[in-house]
Nanobody
Framework: QVQLVESGGRLVQTGGSLRLSCAVSGRISVIYAMGWFRQAPGKEREFVAAINWNGENTYYADSVKGRFTISRDNSKNTMYLQMITLKPEDTAVYYC?????????????????????WGQGTQVTVSS
């Protein structure tokens, strides 16, 4: 089993910055591709960003391109999401997820079914 624990979510003002972390533990025999998703109140969960096993390939939702940066430190079994220029519409519970393989399929990296392991989420609230 793989466990994921997010941290770093909090209340921040519009235009502010925040870094989320996702710590991976458990039976890690493969370095997985990983991703961030978010769910705003009353909305479906949506893809935010994804990264392959060595960080060489990253993917972003159009709504966060240029403002969010996904990264990982495999020596620490931790993934990050650096967020800048935050907007009220970024308010959501942010979830980290781990994929089934080291790499991501370019046609499905944004699909939840590619990620069998999920954290419990961390709340990010951006005040206007």
């Amino acid at each position: 089993q793989v466990q994921l624990v997010e941290s770093g979510g909090r209340l921040v003002q519009t235009g502010g910055s925040l870094r989320l972390s996702c710590a991976v533990s458990g039976r890690i025999s493969v370095i997985y591709a990983m991703g961030w998703f978010r769910q705003a109140p009353g909305k479906e969960r949506e893809f935010v960003a994804a990264i392959n096993w060595n960080g060489e390939n990253t993917y972003y939702a159009d709504s966060v391109k240029g403002r969010f940066t996904i990264s990982r430190d495999n020596s620490k079994n931790t993934m990050y999401l650096q967020m800048i220029t935050l907007k009220p519409e970024d308010t959501a519970v942010y979830y980290c997820a781990a994929g089934k393989r080291p790499t991501l399929n370019s046609g499905s990296y944004y699909e939840e079914y590619e990620y069998p392991y999920w954290g419990q989420g961390t709340q990010v609230t951006v005040s206007s």
